[in-house]
């Protein structure tokens, strides 16, 4: 197969750093163009960008002379790293000049056209495209992964859909990198918590029971299943935990939940898809994880890791959750929906 | 009033600090005696403890001989700091020779006759002492106080017992100095959370239901509330975060809420009680507070805050409390505890 | 004696916030005026700040309206916390027009008729502001104070200088509260170390010998000692720690150097001003202090901690020093420097 | 080739751990045998040890059987990862015994016929072994590697030999996980530095001089380069980072110390040892690096990052110098040891 030519809108910001790293020696894809405001359009993407991520800037993108984000240019499949301030017409201009345009921005996920995809959870999602293409007369497309503190919780309860989701709380600790660069000032949480992130117990209430429902009639029906989040900061770089309480319709013993979440398989493990973890959830026996320092790097930062499976007095039962915010919860989600989308040849 | 003479069993321990500077200056109490291991016994203050609180060490304690934990010698109140492993029988034995033990050890806090007092909620509960001396044929008493993490909680939720709590999630976001020192690694704790604290989960549970609840026939009914805790550490030194959602039998409104929070008072501050907080609960109306580094230390670290009144899509309504652990969580709230005692007769 | 009005330039910021918090209750001054950019100004300063500090915003300026930082309506003696991109002017305009302004910015501290002040080091350079004057026909003046990582380092070597300061090394490891707010994102600080903060090396060996200087001819002459500084960022909320190695002309024992720590004192000292702690230099004999969460608060916040005296193997001698940047190195620094001018008659 | 059977004495430990992790995937050298104190001996791996670092515990020694620390089944080759309370007389009888014992342990480091090892340095100094052998009547041997700071400075001070140079100092700022585990007490470091680990300023100074002299008449003439050492430890995991001053007998440019840093190069980029990074210091041209969150696993945490080199005040120039403690610190120095003593034939 030769590869792939995909491009990343907003590549020289944190999450586009991401793609960046996560791309590199990709199988399918190959990075050639970067594209990015005015400000940085012209530069070499070294001279463009200020590299925050650990290690260094990968060599092969160096010298790519950074483009603005218009579609003349740019490759076919492009991945968007935008912030949600520009994100919403140059995704749809894309979409409209025939671009694949595979968005972590939040910007048109909650549209009744646009896949909300987690392809372990929900690949079938993908049947909406049909309807945007017919709806918006677009040669191209979005297609969208959720925030990143969803993406962990939603991992965490596909395993449980069998026994009937019926009620969800979610409080969450989640790390700075999750908020970008700058992102979180050090004297707001240096020893500190602050039990508010703007808009996010929005999105994991309104996200989770898109992407928890199922398409009928060309419309996802969302999982009628009230969540209730609380989402914190903590002094933590990479890795959301999330402590969860559920009540289920049926009540399976613990023994059969821990058996479903360290079984639970998605279509990217059918097919083997490159970026796809063996085994998306992991179950940890240790009472004292997941840890985020310890586990959201889990499989190349691409597996949820949950423990503390017990019961709970309130609900049925309770557990934690971790993932890597930036990886399972961004580039890395991106991406593997890319390469879903590749395998059931919505690139042909 | 001459000053009352105490003294503090673990003296030389992080909980025993935080009495030794809790105590300093106190208008009614004097330190004049503090016991500690058979190691420390013996040695003056100051070459018996590594003092790890910030600044220096009071310069009037430091030259008080250390005694062992035993009756002799020791004033009739004493305050017991001691770690768990030894506080059950070295108690009984202080509460057996006569003496007033205000403890915040957790080994008699769940005895049927040994209230678990939070002056604010339920002083009432003072009256499980005459059955405690009965019972056990003690001239002197034992009186205890929660647990770090229950504190904040029940304070939290003590203004909301006329709207009739019917069930309470909590998930909390611990400090370190709850565990002492050592405590907890830095290797564990460093860029990370932990998500679980050995029996703390099991202590909020039970607690809460025993100190909401009314003292009837000699005997404390429990609140009959279901109350699912799922405890955390996290990276911070001082105050504890609890995230709560609360089922309410009244369905009061949000500002009726939070004016019952802020108009909170109890006997304390009738009394005006030394230690007492002019307000015991406040709450504060910036959408990313309370936070333990802000306000964790609000009012000599006696007053537990609160933010984030909301609607829960599950429950009623969410709200985020904070409260110094190692102040209201545990020495403060011993020192009240004895204060109110103190004002109600029981030394006389 | 009546209260002496005094401003804050700049008041609204992080150091502005420092000035507040450091002046409620004053026993000379009476913060009356808060002056900052347009976009503030004809607020209540409740309105106009994001407070930033531990605990709440003082009662009392809570209401005071926020003007611009003109000089209509400012009292006569008004600190300046302006960031530095504006302070130039400012301060100027305010000296002309008759004003004394302490300032903590760094714009004129280098200027030779500018004294620097640390009033327990360099009372006498106060000396130059009759030379300011006539050079610049001003009725007013300038005061400066020094770099918050210089007033730490000055503080440490001025008991030293009787035994002649040669040369100096200085290694710093400072508090992210000294880069204001927002500051220091947490991606860059959180399980780091930033071995770089823009211009603070050349400040701390420039300012050094000013403030070590003596006034001879209407001039400081600096004090001719090299002093090499490497300043770095820690995650830490307040306090700077500065590892320092010094030769000195004389060779005086370890315990006499000790004894002249502990026993330094300056004119704030003897004239008992209101913000002079008893002991500026306080020596602690455990083998691992001073550390910032322990020692920084010290007497207010106004006194440095030195510790870890002992030989140096290339110099003669290497010990470590700790103080507040936020207060004995910025708002606290600036309010010793107007009680003193009051005591000596500036605003007579 | 066939692999070289090896074990791990302590490795139940901390250091331990990174022993079992590094040498994961090892093309030469096959981990066959654990050794550890009689608490852990007789039970599996995975039941003897609370493994602590990132990522799970590699499944190939998880079912591995403790032995106790003696000579009867260990394999010929094995590396020593045991506390200094123990390892003097341990590492002595497998050395007697015929073993060849690479020690990361502080013990017999400064023992004038034992060789301190930093392979790309002083390879040379591997000629101390037949005077060990013919001292001590052993058919084994001991060689050691540096502390884990003096690694971070000598790689760093090597490049700079060719100049001459005279004196030397080094502030360093040390991760955690250079104390093991439990380690540092998070209430002692988190937002604080503490200035003082324990005999490693003596360490510093010693060791250097040792690794950077020549083997002269079969001893190794020290160095003779006055070297003073601060040490002090900080609120990260992983990564100590040095700020060093340095005074040279010649006056190279700027640009020819980085163009030396850049090509230094030792015997085991030569003989391209496995575990030899290709450019064993890196020299970095952004203003703020190194950094250990970004820089300390540089080429698996093999290569020491230099940055920041200018001019200083006071000797001749200074640098920051940033190393993983663990891994180039520990673990990987002795597996590099290892290797560098296959290859020149000691196993044979």
Redo the contacts between chains.
């Keep these: 197969m030769r590869p792939i030519e995909v491009g990343v809108l907003g590549g020289t910001g ?1 999450v586009g750093q991401h793609f960046v790293r996560f791309l590199q020696g990709h199988p399918w894809f190959k990075l050639a163009w970067l594209g990015a405001s005015d400000r940085s359009a012209g530069k070499r993407y070294k001279d463009a960008t200020a590299w ?5 800037m990968p060599s092969e993108v160096q010298d790519i002379v950074v483009a603005e984000c218009k579609t003349g240019s740019a490759p076919r499949l492009v991945f968007s790293a935008m912030d949600a301030s520009v994100a919403t017409e140059i995704e749809r201009e894309f979409a409209q000049g025939g671009h694949i345009v595979v968005s972590n921005s939040r910007n048109h996920r909650m549209e009744t056209d646009v896949p909300l995809l987690v392809p372990e959870i929900n690949a079938g999602h993908l049947g909406l495209i049909r309807i945007q293409q017919r709806n918006r007369g677009w040669k191209g497309m979005i297609v969208t992964n959720p925030n990143c503190s969803t993406v962990v919780l939603t991992m965490a309860l596909a395993p449980l859909l069998p026994f009937g989701i019926e ?3 979610a ?1 969450t ?1 989640q790390a ?2 999750g908020a970008g ?16 992130i703007g808009g996010e117990e929005d999105k994991m ?1 309104q996200e989770t029971q898109k992407i928890l429902g199922h398409l009928s009639d060309g419309k996802v029906i969302p999982l009628p299943t ?3 989040a ?1 989402c ?1 900061r ?4 990479d890795g959301h ?1 999330v ?1 969860a ?1 559920v009540a289920l319709a049926k009540k399976p013993s613990l023994d059969q939940l821990r058996t479903a979440i360290n079984e639970f398989k998605g279509l990217p493990q059918q097919k083997k898809l490159p970026s796809a973890p063996a085994q998306p959830v992991v179950y940890l026996e240790q ?8 586990d959201a ?2 499989d190349n930062g691409m597996t949820v890791t949950v ?2 499976l017990r019961e ?4 049925d039962l ?1 557990f ?1 959750a971790c993932g890597h915010n930036a990886i399972r919860g961004a580039a890395g989600a991106a991406v593997l929906n890319a390469e879903l989308m590749v395998s059931e040849g919505f690139l042909d």
């Design positions: 944190m925050r991520l650990e290690g260094d009620r969800v709380f409080t600790m700075v990198s660069y700058p992102g979180v000032a050090s004297l707001d949480i240096l020893g500190n918590v602050v039990p508010f209430q009230r969540v209730s609380q914190n903590v002094a933590v770089t935990v402590a309480s009472q004292d994880r997941p840890q985020p320092r310890r790097a889990r423990g503390r709970c007095p309130v609900l309770k934690v």
